[in-house]
């Protein structure tokens, strides 16, 4: 099986296969993952304050900066997929800390803690047991959370060293011993995050001050096993960390953890509590939404518009006669009766098409030296006006 076979094995997403996981237990108690952390083997990461036990990362925390995050601190910010169950602020500290400590290993150049954290080891029986058995297909197959977390980690194994994986009908030990090939053969150069560690930024002491929200893409849980995909922005002073495209997992008391991409910026919230975090960042998610309706409103303005002008229309005195709503101080209320001009009907009908029945959508600038509209503007049913384009 080539390297390019490979590489689209790792960017197909993970998430149908996981969907179709039965959940043996929906929700769990908030102190599952400090029960987990509890019964994890001997390497089990720990620390005095009881918020911050995690699952065994098979790493020891001798040279760690200290790593103390307050599991109080830590929210889902946004879920970006239909999860029916979302991880307790027990199981979040839990991934958060994790990552944390990846970025701090790769920031460190420590690269044996930062391989450890990657935990391929843990991966290569299973992962050939399974694929010497069946013949998988992430995209058809009803699969574990064990099973695609291990599928995932033993692909990406492959494809950051130099074995490529046998495609014939070889037995487990032909697999296992190629698997052990790959993870002698492990190029952590080739990981995304080691790769970019010279530019990344140290995190400083991470203690219970540091707030850090989660941007959810993806959690599973199947009984003890869980598997998460996820974003996270770290505040910790004046200083804030993104890090983007988390993979993580715990299963059989082990875990594993990939970051893909980090970014570091000013802090924006500093000086803040989290309730204020959470209250500027939903205004900010607000006005990020009416935006993004006005570019709708924008577009669909333009698309009127270009049909006119293929058929030979004065686009100027189209904006005058065909949108006297749009042009209206009160806007065009798209939750309101059926307006009856062509262009406010095209607007209105559009709108509700992309998703949004209610709101006022405007328009401005059309009166100007200009051959279209300036913006389109949207004002949501909170009362938030977004308009596009957006001033630079």
């Known amino acids: 099986m080539t390297k390019k076979i490979i590489a689209a094995m790792l960017a197909l997403t993970i998430c149908a296969g996981l969907a179709g996981c039965e959940k043996a237990n929906e929700k769990k108690d908030s102190s599952s993952a400090k029960d987990k952390a509890n019964t ?3 390497d089990t990461d720990t620390t005095n304050d009881e918020n911050t036990q995690t699952p065994d990362s098979n790493t020891s925390d001798s040279e760690d900066t200290t790593v103390e995050l307050n599991k109080d601190n830590i929210f889902i910010n946004d879920v970006y997929v239909n999860n029916t169950d979302t991880p307790t602020n027990d199981e979040l500290l ?21 391989t450890q954290m990657l935990a391929f080891d ?3 029986e299973p992962f050939s047991e399974m694929i010497a058995e069946r013949h998988i297909n992430p995209e058809t197959d009803k699969m574990s959370v064990k099973d695609m977390a291990m599928y995932r980690w033993g692909y990406a194994l492959y494809f950051w060293s130099d074995v490529d994986p046998t495609d014939d009908d070889a037995g487990t030990e032909e697999f296992k011993k190629r698997t052990y090939l790959a ?56 200083d804030m960390f993104k890090l983007g495209s988390i993979e993580a997992w715990y299963i059989d008391g082990s875990s594993g953890v990939m970051i893909f991409s980090a970014e570091h910026s000013d802090n924006e919230y500093a000086g803040m509590t989290i309730d204020e975090i959470k209250q500027k960042i939903g205004e900010k998610k607000a006005l990020n939404n009416s935006i993004e309706a006005a570019s709708s409103v924008y577009f669909i303005m333009a698309e009127y518009c270009a049909d006119r002008d ?3 229309k004065n686009i100027k005195k189209i904006l005058e006669s065909d949108f ?21 009907k ?32 949207y004002t949501s049913t909170d009362g938030v006006t977004g308009y596009y384009p957006t001033e630079e």
């Not at 203690?207 to 996270?232: C, G, K, P, W």
């Open 40 to 42: 994890a083997s001997a």
């Open 94 to 114: 839990t991934f958060a800390t994790l990552a944390i400590k990846q970025y701090n290993a790769a920031q460190k150049n420590d690269s044996e803690k930062y």
């Open 324 to 344: 006297p709503m749009c042009n209206s101080g009160e806007g065009l209320d798209i939750a309101g009766d059926e307006p009856k001009a062509k262009g406010d």
């Open 122 to 124: 843990k991966v290569v």
């Open 183 to 238: 993870l002698d053969g492990l190029n952590i150069d080739k990981t995304p995050l080691w790769e970019t560690r010279k530019d990344l930024v140290p995190m400083g002491e991470v203690n219970a001050d540091t707030i850090a929200y989660i941007d959810l893409q993806q959690f599973v849980r199947e009984e003890d096993d869980m598997y998460i995909n996820f974003d996270m922005t770290l505040l910790n002073g004046n």
């Open 310 to 312: 293929a058929e030979g």
């Open 346 to 377: 095209y607007v209105y009908d559009q709108m509700h098409e992309y998703g949004y029945p209610d709101g006022k959508a405007s328009i401005s600038g059309y009166d100007k030296d200009l051959d279209f509209i300036e913006k389109a503007g």
